[in-house]
């Protein structure tokens, strides 16, 4: 086992990763692409630099999607793992797939043009709209 501050993985544990340093921002996305991706209500996510990012166990499966992102998972399981803008420093890892995601305090929300009227949480933190539509 990692003794890593940051690590983390999928569920059933072929995929396992690990990053440095603090990550600069975390926050919930309510995208209508997130629920896709999550199967949940909001997808909540940290960001690491990339280069800070590394796999220490499989590696995940990735596909587009959309014309300026990937989405990483699982490909035994499916598990969630990663959104990645296309030229973007920072990679965008899911909270709920990391060993201690009590350490991760989201800061915004993000894509609130497609929150749920029932998603209540965080609601004193700072709102805004996607620049990309689903
Ligand atoms: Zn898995
Ligand atoms: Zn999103």
Redesign the pocket.
Known sequence: MSEARWSGGCLCGSCRYEFSGDPLHAGY???N??KRATGGAF?ILVQPPLAAFKWTKGKARSFSSSPIAIRAFCPDCGTPLF?QYDDDELIRVTVGSLDHPNQVVPRTH??VESRLDWAEIGSDLPPEE?RERF
């Open positions: 996305c309510h995208c692409m997130c997808a959104l993000y894509g996607t």
